[in-house]
Each structure stands twice: as C-alpha cells, then as structure tokens.
C-alpha cells in the first residue's frame, strides 16, 4: 500500500501465527506485510521495510529442507525480531548452537528480565508467555545477550544491540502472552522507529488515489451480495469513481431471510449507486441439483457467480473491471499467498473457481486487509452497523450451510431457521460477542415428536465462535437457556426441523463452516 510508511515485513516460515503477527503490528498503527521466508535480500531491499519479523514455523533448523532466509537479510542494516523458530535462525546462522530439546516446552512460562529499554521497555519484571517448541537455543551467536530467561529457557530472550536483533523463544503475538501486544508495540515503535500511519483515515484517501489512477475513466462492475466485505468494496469504489460503478446485487437462491431488501435499501436508496438485480435463483439452484461435495459446489458457484456477471455487462456495455471483496486471509489460506510453506486449507469464492477466460480484469481493493480492518473502514464510509457489524457470511452464502444436496425447500428451511438463531442472540445481548453464528442443515433425519404424532424430520445444528481473524476460533459458551429458547422456538416455527444440536468444535480442528 503506496503512502503507509515503511513496512513491517514478516518473513513466513509455516507458522499458524504469521497473519497474527502481522495483524498485531497493524494494530499498532503500523503497516504490515508478510513475505516469503526465502525472498532475495535484494528484493526485500526493495520494499523498505522499517523492520523485519522472522516468523515461528514447524520446522526444526537441522531439519532436511529446513527453510531458512537469504543470509544477506542480516546485512540490510533494519531490525529483526526472530520469534521462536525464527530466533534459533539467529543461533543456526550467526555462529551460536541449537540442539533438540529433551522435552518440548508447550504452553504457559514466566518471563523474567531487567531490561528497562528497548524490546521489553515498560514490560513487568515477571510476565506470563506463551510457549511452543521442540529446539533450543544452547550457545549463543556472538555479539548477543541474554535479556530474558524463563524456568526451562536460558536464552527465552536475547538481544544484539548493535546489530538491532531481538529474538524471543515465546510467542508475543498470541493473547497467552499477556504483555506480547506492548513488546510488539517496543518493537516496531521504540526499536524500529515507525510512526501512527496505518489507520482507515488514511487509508481511505490512499485507497482511492490507487483505484482512480487503475481505473482511470473505465467502467467496473462490482457484486453484491449483502455481506461486509462486497459492501466495503462497493462503497470504497463508488467513492473513488462514482457513476463508473455499476453493482450488480444477484439473488442466487442462497441468501439469508431477507438479505435482497437489506441491499437494495442500502445501496440504491442510501448511496445512489447504479445497483442492478438479478434474480438468478433456479440458475444456480438447478446447477447444484445433486451435487454434494463442497469444493465441487464452491466452484459450480464461483464460476456461475461470474458468468452471471458476464452476461450482466454485455447489456450494460462493456465493463473493464470486476470488482471483489476479497480479504488478506481469503488469500492467504486459499492460495498460499506468501509463496512460502502455507497450504491449502479450502477454496474462498472471492479467490477461487474464476474461468480462465473472464473478461474482465479484477480490482480487489480489499486484499491487504484483514477482517476487523474491513468494518472500520466501512465505518469510515458511513455504511450503517447493520451492514458492517453483521456476522462474516460465506461468499456461497447457503450453498456451504446446507450439507449434502441444495435445494430450494432446504435453503428455505435454514433461511427460518438461521434468523430464529440471530434473533435470539440479538435479543440476549450476545451478537457483537461473537465473531459468526450460524446454522447448519444436516444430510441426515431424526425421529421427534411433535403434537403428539410421529415425525421424521430434518436435524440443524447451530455453530458460534469466538475468533479475533478467522484464522482461529473458539466455539461460545451460550447460557444453556438461550440454547433452549432457540432450540424450541426452531422446532416449534420452523416446518421441516424437528431436532437441534450445537457444536462445541474449535478451529483447529475443525473450520468454522462445515463445508
């Protein structure tokens, strides 16, 4: 992103924690981006960074293949912070030892360290940290320091003044770490010099002097689909462009109870966009007619998204671009974005299942941020919270929430059945407590009784969470009569459902969607 200062780059190494890492420096008001671990020191020479970050990875250093940085990084003259396996790289590279463990060291530690300046300024004396790791660290590399131990951990922070290496053998970027934000915070500000300037302010006039300066006079067409981050998208656009922005809202059978009105509203009445409807329900619910594998269906309904939205702009006249909503974590868990060790885990709408012959070229105004991000930005627009506090929606919407075969009476069914549940949790207070609530509609049947006869109906289970990302979540713990109160009221409201259950997995192991 031209215009937000020098960079933050976190160089990926495979750890689980490498967008977290990068979301704290942001949270700092700091802009960050994440790198491949093996990038040329030449080619990082060339994004300015203020500060580097090696991240943790599941890796040993001695391991076959273990990746490991260009050795010219250390020569860029920038900080470096090395986070777990990322500081026993110092030790492997600089000339100190690392050796296995004879036990891993996973989870709560006490730091301790009388460094009053620098990385740990303002940190308490003795701080709780989080561990996760197999190696160690026995020798130091010249010219570093001990300035943290903890029970099992010597070398559990080091420093190399001169050269402004800092390396932690702990996690500051997980909550468990209950002074890791303020030792980031050191990092990137006290360390690294960087200044306040990643906020949504500024990124709104930068965002907009970068779509103007692509888009020039040409035309865009952007989808709407009800959710936060198409209508971020939209509305960032259509301040940038104005009238060069056509939205075209498509009803594809898969929205939730009452989500066409909701758009319409919005973006025709409030912003006077150019929004286009489209009712394309039997479309995409006759090309799902039997199909029950989930990826098969995300594809089916990405490419149909985008034929759709092919034939919309030949009759409005040639568009050049095609809009989307995609998000920093959309791209990175689809397609391994850092080109580093990260994998698959599912295919994103926004990301995936595009024809390779689409006609237009793609404006994502999104990509660099993560999800909180997104809503401040949408309130820096002037979207209304109904918009922009909702709950993350999947781009194929109940196409993933209806397991095994769509068809149009069971996304009926779930559409009743999923507004009961958010209704409920609006009305006890939880909504803006949890990140996404939703329900699923199962492949399977239960006997039940309902006014005193027999049934055999279908079986829905309701799944909320706790995440600060999407990257991880936490299943909520919902009073057990706000449970009942929604189990009853679906069993009593909702025709085809005659049993309810809640899923206590968290991600990992699980994803937050079934599908």
């Known amino acids: 992103m031209q215009g937000a200062g020098q960079p933050i780059v976190v160089l990926d190494f495979g750890a689980q924690y490498s967008k977290l890492i990068a979301r704290r420096v942001r949270e700092a008001n700091v802009y960050s981006l994440i790198l491949p671990y093996n990038i040329p020191a030449e080619e990082l020479r060339a994004h300015q960074p203020a500060g580097i970050i090696f991240s943790g990875g599941p890796a040993g250093v001695h391991a076959a293949g273990a990746p490991k940085p260009d050795p010219a990084v250390y020569d860029l003259g920038v900080p470096i912070l090395g986070i777990c396996y990322g500081v026993q790289l110092f030790a492997d590279m600089l000339g100190g030892k690392v050796e296995r463990a004879t036990a891993r060291e996973y989870g709560l530690a006490h730091l301790e360290h009388g460094d009053s300046k620098g990385f740990l300024k303002h940190i308490a004396p003795k701080t709780q940290v989080w561990m996760s790791h197999g190696d160690r660290i026995t020798e130091l590399p010249p010219g570093f320091e001990v300035i943290g131990t903890t029970e099992h951990s010597p070398y559990a922070a080091i420093a190399d003044a001169k050269r402004r290496c800092f390396g932690v053998q702990f996690h500051p970027e997980v909550i468990h ?94 912003f006077h966009i150019n929004l286009v409807y489209v009712d394309a329900e039997k479309l995409f619910l006759d090309a799902l007619q039997g199909v029950t594998e989930p990826e098969r269906k995300r594809k089916i309904i990405g490419n149909l998204f985008v034929e759709v939205f092919e034939q919309e702009a030949t009759k409005l006249g040639h568009m050049d671009f095609l809009a989307q909503g995609t998000l920093y974590p ?186």
Not at 203 to 210: H, K
Not at 231 to 250: M, P, Y
């Open 330 to 515: 959309d791209v990175i868990e689809s397609v391994s974005a850092t080109g580093g060790p990260s994998v698959t885990i599912k295919s994103h709408h926004n990301v995936g299942g595009l024809p390779e012959k689409m006609n237009m070229a793609l404006l994502e105004p999104l990509r660099e941020l993560f999800k909180d991000e997104v809503r401040a930005l949408g309130r820096e627009l002037g979207l209304p919270n109904e918009v922009v506090g909702r709950h993350p929606f999947p781009g194929p919407g109940l196409g993933v929430r209806v397991v095994g075969e769509v068809t149009k009476e069971r996304c009926d069914t779930l559409r009743q059945a999923d507004a009961i549940f958010i209704d409920e949790i609006r009305k006890h207070g939880l909504y803006d407590a949890i990140w996404q609530a939703l329900v699923c509609l199962l492949p399977v049947r239960s006997v039940g009784v309902q006014g005193d006869e027999r049934t055999y109906e279908e079986v829905c289970s309701l799944r909320a969470v706790t995440s600060e990302d999407a990257m991880t979540a936490d299943w909520y713990r919902f009073p057990p009569e706000v449970l009942q109160r929604v189990a009853n009221r679906i069993c009593n409201e909702v025709k085809h459902i005659n049993r309810v259950l809640y899923d206590v997995t968290s991600k990992p192991p699980g994803t937050i969607e079934w599908e």
């Open 177 to 270: 770490t209950v002074e890791g934000t303020k030792m980031l915070n050191n990092f990137v500000h006290e360390v690294c010099g960087c200044k306040d300037s990643w906020t949504m302010h500024n990124f709104v006039d930068q965002a907009v002097d970068e779509i103007r300066a692509a888009v020039g006079k040409k035309k865009v067409l952007c989808g709407l689909s009800g959710g936060v981050d198409s209508s971020v998208a939209a509305a960032l656009i259509h301040k940038a462009i104005g009238d060069q922005l056509t939205c075209v809202f498509v009803n594809n059978g898969l929205l939730r109870l009452g989500e066409d009105e909701l758009v319409q509203r919005v973006f025709r009445d409030h």
